[in-house]
């Protein structure tokens, strides 16, 4: 998106320039004011070095509503009025250019300059811009918006909250459009309900990883109580709760689940993977592993849960690594099954020889340089005893 482009047009044209026709004229809102003063919205296409941009062209055109001379700037509120006027929603802008100045709530403000009684915009002009890509309604998709185009008195412009305006005093004229666009960036509604869905989904996948060895233990308990504590800390106290609720409940349904052998944990990941941010989704992975190290052994079962879980949250697997490098180093035994050997140290029994042999040299080369850098014994300990792991490792698939 051409943004400081457009920005930068509107910036320093002001609302006298006369706008270039762009490509694409359809898809036009107008509306016919007092004074023989006219306002439109307009979608515009753009095309530069390859690429297509599409944003919404606020115009005038006609004679300027003015009773007196005055220092004219023109100042643009948006709300989302997809379920009707008094149900309307405030829009978010992604840029600060296009924020009030207390919030993130889109409001366009630009001085026009001194203007008299009698003049006349002869031609569509630009009053302002709306960029579908950089604003966030309550939901994405298809969305009704109620445009307000207000000229006011730059010496004395009223004050914005929430896009409204906190008097009328040095408003000269305004007037509002509605007009239909499809937003692509998820809403904010629709990001807050999703991100609490998907630490309820984090907590279910804790209780998974926690009884994939078919008890929960009373440190992994007591490590998923404090991940819901923490999650929740910051919000308003009716939210806490309710959060905590919300939290408790998943952690109860995952124990009944798991415990009669019923718990889809890999529904969960998928579930998670499509409704989760990036951060909420390494958040996850990172408490399955502290889980798996919470008892300080790490069963095959957990090992197991753990690596798909990673593969179905579609993580960089350099990442997934790291974390699970730093759980395993804090481990008491890593080492009581030997069944755990493959899981431990991420084999694929089905890779041949020569892709093992590969991949136990980095796992060695790895292990080696932390066991020379880590300061507490105990974690120095575990280092050693993945070292030996990997020893017996070359020797059960006879690599030298």
Same mark, same amino acid.
């Given at each position: 998106?051409?943004?400081?482009?457009?920005?930068?047009?509107?910036?320093?044209?002001?609302?006298?320039? #006369?706008?270039?026709?762009?490509?694409?004229?359809?898809?036009?809102?107008?509306?016919?004011?007092?004074?023989?003063?006219?306002?439109?919205?307009?979608?515009?296409?753009?095309?530069?070095?390859?690429?297509?941009?599409?944003?919404?062209?606020?115009?005038?055109?006609?004679?300027?509503?003015?009773?007196?001379?005055?220092? #004219?700037?023109?100042?643009?509120?948006?709300?989302?009025?997809?379920?009707?006027?008094?149900?309307?929603?405030?829009?978010?802008?992604? #840029?600060?250019?296009?924020?009030?100045?207390?919030?993130?709530?889109?409001?366009?403000?630009?001085?026009?300059?001194?203007?008299?009684?009698?003049?006349?915009?002869?031609?569509?002009?630009?009053?302002?811009?709306?960029?579908?890509?950089?604003?966030?309604?309550?939901?994405?998709?298809?969305?009704?918006?109620?445009?307000?185009?207000?000229?006011?008195?730059?010496?004395?412009?009223?004050?914005?909250?929430?896009?409204?305006?906190?008097?009328?005093?040095?408003?000269?004229?305004?007037?509002?459009?509605?007009?239909?666009?499809?937003?692509?960036?998820?809403?904010?509604?629709?990001?807050?309900?999703?991100?609490?869905?998907?630490?309820? #989904?984090?907590?279910?996948?804790?209780?998974?990883?926690?009884?994939?060895?078919?008890?929960?233990?009373?440190?992994?308990?007591? %490590?998923?109580?404090?991940?819901?504590?923490?999650?929740?800390?910051?919000?308003?106290?009716?939210?806490?709760?309710?959060?905590?609720?919300?939290?408790?409940?998943?952690?109860?349904?995952?124990?009944?689940?798991?415990?009669?052998?019923?718990?889809?944990?890999?529904?969960?990941?998928?579930?998670?993977?499509?409704?989760?941010?990036?951060? %909420?989704?390494?958040?996850?992975?990172?408490?399955?592993?502290?889980?798996?190290?919470?008892?300080?052994?790490?069963?095959?079962?957990?090992?197991?849960?753990?690596?798909?879980?990673?593969?179905?949250?579609?993580?960089?697997?350099?990442?997934?690594?790291?974390?699970?490098?730093?759980?395993?180093?804090?481990?008491?035994?890593?080492?009581?099954?030997?069944?755990?050997?493959?899981? %431990? %140290?991420?084999?694929?029994?089905?890779?041949?020889?020569?892709?093992?042999?590969?991949?136990?040299?980095?796992?060695?080369?790895?292990?080696?340089?932390?066991?020379?850098?880590?300061?507490?014994?105990?974690?120095?300990?575990?280092?050693?005893?993945?070292?030996?792991?990997?020893?017996?490792?070359?020797?059960?698939?006879?690599?030298?």
């Amino acid at each position: 998106m051409e943004v400081i482009i457009i920005i930068g047009v509107i910036a320093i044209i002001g609302i006298y320039a #006369l706008v270039k026709a762009q490509e694409g004229t359809e898809n036009i809102s107008s509306l016919s004011g007092s004074y023989g003063f006219d306002v439109r919205i307009r979608k515009t296409t753009e095309r530069k070095d390859g690429t297509t941009d599409e944003f919404l062209a606020i115009e005038a055109k006609g004679l300027l509503p003015v009773k007196r001379s005055i220092d #004219l700037a023109c100042l643009i509120t948006v709300f989302d009025i997809t379920d009707g006027r008094e149900n309307k929603m405030p829009i978010i802008s992604l #840029l600060e250019f296009f924020q009030e100045e207390s919030s993130k709530i889109f409001s366009f403000y630009q001085e026009v300059g001194v203007v008299s009684p009698g003049e006349k915009l002869m031609d569509w002009a630009p009053a302002g811009a709306i960029i579908p890509e950089m604003i966030q309604a309550p939901y994405s998709g298809r969305r009704k918006l109620q445009v307000n185009i207000h000229l006011v008195d730059a010496d004395n412009p009223p004050e914005v909250e929430f896009g409204v305006l906190d008097s009328r005093e040095g408003v000269e004229w305004s007037g509002a459009l509605n007009h239909e666009i499809f937003l692509p960036i998820k809403g904010y509604k629709e990001a807050a309900a999703n991100r609490d869905e998907a630490q309820a #989904l984090t907590v279910k996948l804790g209780v998974a990883v926690a009884m994939a060895d078919g008890s929960l233990h009373d440190s992994e308990g007591e %490590l998923i109580k404090k991940w819901i504590q923490k999650t929740i800390r910051g919000h308003y106290p009716e939210k806490s709760q309710e959060l905590k609720k919300t939290y408790n409940d998943a952690f109860k349904e995952a124990y009944i689940l798991a415990g009669s052998g019923r718990l889809d944990y890999e529904s969960i990941a998928r579930r998670l993977n499509q409704i989760g941010e990036l951060k %909420l989704k390494f958040d996850a992975y990172e408490l399955v592993n502290k889980i798996m190290a919470a008892d300080g052994v790490a069963h095959p079962d957990e090992l197991k849960s753990i690596r798909k879980i990673g593969e179905l949250l579609d993580l960089d697997p350099s990442e997934l690594e790291q974390i699970r490098s730093r759980a395993l180093v804090n481990l008491r035994d890593a080492f009581q099954h030997d069944d755990a050997l493959e899981e %431990l %140290l991420g084999i694929d029994p089905s890779w041949p020889k020569a892709k093992i042999k590969a991949h136990l040299a980095r796992e060695f080369q790895k292990w080696n340089g932390r066991l020379n850098s880590l300061s507490e014994e105990k974690e120095r300990e575990n280092a050693q005893n993945i070292l030996n792991r990997i020893g017996e490792a070359r020797r059960k698939y006879d690599i030298g």
